[in-house]
């Protein structure tokens, strides 16, 4: 049954004559076939890629890559869910699985939404204002938020991390951090939240909250660097924390941050003098590259490069070794198959129509690309 369920369910359906909408029609599923060639042995069943769709739009949209098939099938959320109006909704920040569920941050919708991993039906909704990421840690989901409205405000509030019982979808318990949030990690029973104050520059904040699990309390304010956003740890359990610098004078900048000098929690220990939008780990390097804006000449400095976790030694300034990152417009989302290392680079091309998923090998190659929905963004693997 397992492996014929995805069939059943992805396989196009009829050419969708009536919604359960009224005045509205359902948009059908999308097909491509992927020349992929899957491990018969392999423990990952396939994965969903969530499409931010650009602010204001209300088209945040989710795709999903089959292995055992070789079927990517694109925007299938509303044929899966005809009866729900907007769809996902406006701009999706996140995306997550966590035992049987998907969990779908939706910014500007101010909601997550959990849907069924299998099937893509959906199981609720959580209101929680302004939300930005999701991170599980003991039968509960985290989600940050900027808690405040979408608008840059230099009063705008603090933010604040929501922990979700993920059987009865309530809100148990808050607890306030730094300026607009972003990524979080947990490392023994501690939660690291990077804090951007993106909402009120140039004024950002520049710290990692640290927050004490067993009572949801905020113990340290880690200073860091201006503007953090994304925040990982890697499998030694060191924490890679990227600052977004001021986009004019301070450049964005890589910190790593581990435990010293007898401390329970971490400390910074080491800069990478690179620029880093996002990254991924797979064995022990690290694959990041950067779309770094600068308000100056208003334009953007691509790169791509990896590190060794171990030694912290910058060993590539390119990990696509065939040229063709030529044809990325702009880098937004990556992510790493965790048996086989092949390297997923997402491209936005102009924010405002269907962006590019790209597969390159381990040696850098590229294996093949495929058209995606509005600004493809975030990746979540799913486990047979």
């Known amino acids: ?50 499409n931010e769709g650009n602010m204001g739009s209300n088209k945040c949209t989710l795709d999903y890559f089959d292995y055992l098939t070789g079927l990517y099938a694109r925007n299938f959320y509303a044929e899966r869910n005809p009866s729900v109006i907007k769809e996902l909704g406006d701009v999706g920040n996140d995306i997550g699985i ?5 969990y779908v941050v939706v910014n500007c919708s101010h909601k997550v939404e959990i849907l069924d991993s299998r099937t893509g039906i959906r199981l609720g909704q959580v209101d929680i204002p302004n939300c930005r990421y999701v991170r599980f840690h003991r039968g509960k989901a985290y989600v940050s938020s900027y808690v405040g409205p979408v608008l840059i405000d230099p009063s705008a509030p603090k933010g604040a991390v929501y922990e979700i019982d993920t059987l009865s979808y309530a809100i148990t318990r808050k607890v306030t951090v730094g300026y607009q949030p972003e990524e979080m990690e947990i490392v023994d029973d501690y939660m690291y939240v990077a804090n951007s104050g993106g909402y ?17 309390k905020q113990v340290r304010q880690i200073p860091v660097a201006i503007n953090l956003h994304r925040l990982k740890k890697d499998c030694y359990g060191k924490l890679w924390v990227s600052s977004r610098g001021d986009y004019q004078t301070r450049p964005s900048r ?17 800069t990478i003098p690179v620029a880093c939008s996002n990254m991924a780990f797979f064995g ?33 300034t390119n990990f696509i070794t065939d040229g063709t990152e030529k044809e990325i417009t702009i880098p937004y989302g990556i992510a790493i198959h965790p048996e086989t290392g092949d ?7 102009n924010y405002v129509s269907s962006g590019t998923l790209y597969c390159f090998s381990q040696d850098g190659k590229k294996k093949w690309s495929v058209r995606t929905g509005d600004i493809p963004a975030h990746i979540a693997f799913l486990r047979i």
């Open 200 to 216: 009120r520059a140039p004024d950002y904040d520049n710290t990692v909250s640290v927050i004490q699990m067993i009572d949801f």
């Open 343 to 349: 390297i997923f680079i997402t491209d936005a091309k």
């Open 98 to 102: 966590y035992g049987s569920k998907l």
């Open 254 to 270: 890589l910190y790593v941050l581990q435990k010293k000098n007898g401390f329970n929690t971490m400390e910074v220990t080491d």
């Open 1 to 50: 049954m397992k492996h014929t369920f995805f069939l059943i369910i992805f396989l196009p359906l009829l050419m969708v004559a009536t919604s359960c909408r009224e005045d509205e029609l359902v948009v059908p599923t999308e097909y491509d076939i992927i020349p992929e060639s899957p491990s018969p042995h392999s423990k990952v069943r396939g994965f969903y890629l969530l």
């Open 284 to 316: 022990d390097y690290l694959y990041f590259y950067a779309t770094e804006w600068n308000n100056y000449t208003a334009s953007n400095t691509i790169s791509y490069g990896k590190i060794n976790i171990r030694t912290l030694e910058i060993v590539s």
